[in-house]
């Protein structure tokens, strides 16, 4: 192996380290903005829930989401979907209530629970935090219809 080949292999080994340690660090610590109770992964939610979950992303949107974008709090029944922005704020800010349109992709503060509909900025696409009914989990959930995209604007993190 010749030296630049050596330090290209420590620098991806020690990206990957972080990225890991990023993501674990994330959920253990990262709060819940309606109750601030500590979210779960989509993966240490019981099958059940998860199953409701993905049927509101097939049903509602139409869509896969990336399941490692999925932070679930069970306690207040709310999914932060792949789109919400505190996956890149929450350590600034946690409460701040951001997340990306789904429609044009632009960032959206403002998305308190208590608000009854949130309006994009960007494109006018109105969300409301809706219970989807066989998951009863809270959802931000954009117009039936809506022209989504399938995921969230790459780069939240920086990784
Ligand atoms: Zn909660
Ligand atoms: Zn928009």
């Known amino acids: 192996m010749s030296q630049i080949e050596t330090v290209v292999t ?11 340690l990023k993501r674990l660090v994330r959920w253990v610590s990262f709060p819940c903005q309606f109750c601030s109770a500590k979210v779960k992964t989509f993966d240490q939610v019981n099958a059940e829930d998860r199953a ?7 049903e509602h949107e139409r869509r896969e989401p990336d399941e490692g974008g999925l ?6 029944k709310t999914v932060h979907d792949d789109f919400s922005g505190e ?8 409460y701040s209530c951001r ?12 998305c308190e629970p208590e608000k009854e509909k949130v ?5 006018g696409t109105e969300y ?3 219970v989807h009914e066989r998951s009863g ?17 790459g780069g939240l993190d920086g990784i």
């Open 52 to 58: 409701g979950i993905l049927a509101y992303f097939h």
């Open 87 to 94: 996956k890149k704020s929450w350590d600034a800010d946690a």
């Open 71 to 76: 932070f679930v709090c069970t306690n207040c």
């Open 128 to 130: 409301r935090w809706q």
């Open 10 to 20: 420590v620098v991806a080994a020690v990206a990957a380290a972080l990225l890991l």
């Open 137 to 153: 989990y809270r959802f931000f959930t954009p117009p039936a219809g809506a022209p989504l995209r399938s995921k969230a604007p």
């Open 119 to 123: 309006a994009c900025p960007g494109c």
């Open 99 to 110: 997340t990306f349109c789904k429609v044009c992709g632009r960032m959206m503060s403002g």
